[in-house]
């Protein structure tokens, strides 16, 4: 298993919605540019520790924020 997964949006909107919604979670993670090799509709990912996926999945669906999907980080 990859030490590091990328969480990929529909849209900007919700990456920053997640952005702000795992701060206030005190989640360690970092918004930054979906890597060339992915592809998805919005411009942006959140890179997590993959041992925190399950806690973010959970995060995302309490918030009602939309998300792609969670894949290792290349």
Known sequence: ?????IV???SHN???????ALKKESVDHK???????LS??????IRI????AE?????LHVKNIEYDR???AL
């Open 40 to 45: 998805s509709d919005c411009g942006y990912c």
């Open 1 to 5: 298993m990859a030490k590091e997964s």
């Open 31 to 37: 918004m930054m540019l979906i890597p060339r090799q």
């Open 70 to 72: 969670i894949e290792a």
């Open 49 to 52: 520790k993959s041992d925190d």
């Open 8 to 10: 990929l949006f529909h």
């Open 55 to 59: 806690l973010v999945e959970k995060i």
């Open 14 to 20: 919700y990456a920053i919605w997640a952005d702000s």
